[in-house]
């Protein structure tokens, strides 16, 4: 029993664990030291600091680390909170966490592809028809002008 347990159970978990951690890995490798404290250690950019903050031309919006459609510009809008905000995001592009660091309650946003961190979502606000803000950081995104 001992031995089917590891073969069954262990072992899978071991493999996929493994190849999993390693290949999410090489998606930070090529990031900047900035680039690397907001996307991997969850950082935050400053305020109107951003690249995208004012930008509004005709594309998409991929993650800087592992080049996944994140946000369509059609869903960009201009929230004057200080990052760039979109309304909606592209179909199984991000993940959402419980985020209760400095002492408040939010819902990070990650991309599902790499689980790189993007920034964070918020209801209820009342700035667009949809009423989600997904507030991102510039440094966690690259502009694409061509539409997938």
Not at 18 to 34: G, I, M, P, W
Not at 78 to 95: A, K, M, Q, T, V
Not at 133 to 144: E, G
Request: glycine share 6%; with cysteine; charged share 25%.
């Amino acid at each position: 029993m001992s031995r089917l347990f590891s073969l069954f159970i262990i072992f899978p978990l071991y493999l996929f664990g493994q190849a999993t951690d390693v290949k999410s890995e090489r998606f930070f490798d090529e990031l900047n030291d900035e680039e690397y404290r907001v996307i991997v250690k969850k950082g935050t950019e400053r305020a109107f600091s951003g690249a995208y903050v004012n930008f509004f031309e005709k594309g998409l919006y991929l993650c800087k680390a592992c080049n996944n459609p994140l946000f369509s510009s059609e869903s960009k809008f201009r929230s004057n909170c200080g990052w760039p905000s979109f309304d909606d995001e592209i179909p199984n592009s991000l993940i959402r966490l419980e985020d209760n660091s400095f002492g408040m309650k939010r819902i990070e946003i990650c991309c599902a592809n790499c689980k790189g961190h993007l920034g964070h979502v918020f209801e209820g606000e009342g700035l667009t028809e949809k009423d989600l803000r997904h507030c991102v950081n510039s440094i966690s995104i690259i502009f694409s002008p061509k539409e997938y």
